[in-house]
């Protein structure tokens, strides 16, 4: 399995969640694939052949896109302000520790952390 595509998240979203999933700005959907994709380490998902490969890596990115399409604006830090063009930039926030309130704001959040605890060395920092 390679990086995900909208069309995998529209897929995994619930059915009265997919119109709104389907509505996403296309710039809102390029900058959650692109930090979903990237965000987790695929070598810490070791079943299905591990890596890119792991039926676990994709379940994690489709639920934390979708967990993240469903948060909105409320997943952004402004990280940059113009006082005379009116402009203001956002970035999505990076991803908060597992026991970050921020997951319970959706059940995809909620599905994603169950996804990464399930995969035991994924949530460990470190390897002793």
Do not use: C
Request: charged share 15%.
């Amino acid at each position: 399995m390679a990086a995900i595509a909208w069309t995998d998240v529209i897929d995994g979203a619930a059915a009265e969640d997919t119109a709104y999933i389907t509505a996403v700005d296309v710039p809102w959907q390029l900058a959650i694939l692109a930090m979903v994709n990237s965000a987790l380490n695929t070598s810490l998902f070791t079943d299905g052949g591990g890596g890119e490969s792991s039926p676990k890596l994709y379940l994690a990115r489709v639920y934390l896109a979708l967990h993240y399409a469903k948060v909105g604006p409320r997943a952004t830090v402004q990280t940059g302000q113009s006082e005379f063009d009116l402009s203001e930039s956002y970035a999505l926030i990076p991803l908060p520790p597992g026991d970050d309130p921020f997951w319970y704001l959706t059940g995809y959040g909620l599905a994603y952390r169950a996804t990464i605890r399930a995969t035991p060395v994924a949530r460990m920092p470190w390897v002793v």
